[in-house]
């Protein structure tokens, strides 16, 4: 088969494949590989983890605050603007659809993330409306608010492991 390998046989999955393995040590910590980056991720002490690292939903949110701050430095570089150090905190949580005004969703949970963008420098009004458009427009809340499809398949140990 071709694809990546496990990460305990290529800790350095190709560009674009990210692996998560169990480290062995603890209930729910996880090794993952990226390229040649290794991170960890963990459950919280309150969800049975070690709190060893992110947690899952930690790290989606470190996407798409990493994502936005790139994609707005990258606009303001083009443009030509000084605007300074740029800052995103994103949180996440469950909320009830039923709480949500202008949710298409009427019933159950939905994810929510709160995105706050910070811009230490003197960047004018007009920059900072046009800077929180863009915002709306980096890869990872495209992916979020847009149509996702997910494929999974289970392989055997003696299959070749973990395949793209």
Known sequence: MTGPR?????????????????????????DIFAGRHRLRADEPREAGGDDTGPSPYELL?????????????????RKGWDIGRIH???????????????????EGLIDRFERVIEIEGS???????RLLEIADRCPVHRTLTGEVRIETRLVGAGDGGVTG
């Open 123 to 129: 960047a004018t009004e007009e920059q900072r409306a």
């Open 6 to 30: 496990p990460a305990r046989m290529r800790l350095h999955p190709p560009h674009g494949t990210v692996i998560a393995c169990e480290s062995g040590e603890g209930r729910y910590p996880l």
């Open 88 to 106: 995103v905190a994103v949180r996440h949580e469950k909320i009830h659809a039923r709480d949500c005004a202008d949710c298409e969703t009427r």
């Open 61 to 77: 949110s470190a996407a798409l605050a990493s994502c936005t701050a790139m994609t707005l430095r990258m606009y303001a570089e």
